[in-house]
């Protein structure tokens, strides 16, 4: 069992940026390809980066290119999503997940284990 946990979140301006982590707690993180998804009010959870076990390929959403980036550090255990030039619309709770298979899109089915989330709000 994998245990996934986010920090990071808050409330920030249009513009801005926050940094969001999970950490995990399995030994063979490093094993896994991770990403990260997010559920705006209202609205079905959207897939929104992910980031292969190796740390060799990343993808995001079109909503969010080069806007985002993914990151981890199989060292600490830890996955990041660096959030620049926020927008209102991305206002949401953020889930950090973990999937035993990469995909360039993941879906919410190829998910294995998933976060408790953390909210990011953005201000106009």
């Known amino acids: 069992q994998v245990q996934l946990v986010e920090s990071g979140g808050g409330l920030v301006q249009a513009g801005g940026s926050l940094r969001l982590s999970c950490a995990a707690s399995e030994r063979t993180f490093s094993n896994y390809n991770m990403g990260w998804f997010r559920q705006a009010p209202g609205k079905e959870r959207e897939f929104v980066a992910g980031i292969n076990s190796g740390g060799t390929y990343t993808s995001s959403a079109d909503s969010v290119k080069g806007r985002f980036t993914i990151s981890r550090d199989n060292a600490e255990n830890t996955v990041y999503l660096q959030m620049n030039s926020l927008k209102p619309e991305d206002t949401a709770v953020y889930y950090c997940?973990?999937?035993?298979?990469?995909?360039?899109?993941?879906?919410?089915?190829?998910?294995?284990?998933w976060g408790k989330g953390t909210l990011v709000t953005v201000s106009s």
């Open positions: 997940v973990a999937s035993r298979y990469y995909k360039t899109t993941f879906r919410t089915q190829d998910i294995n284990y």
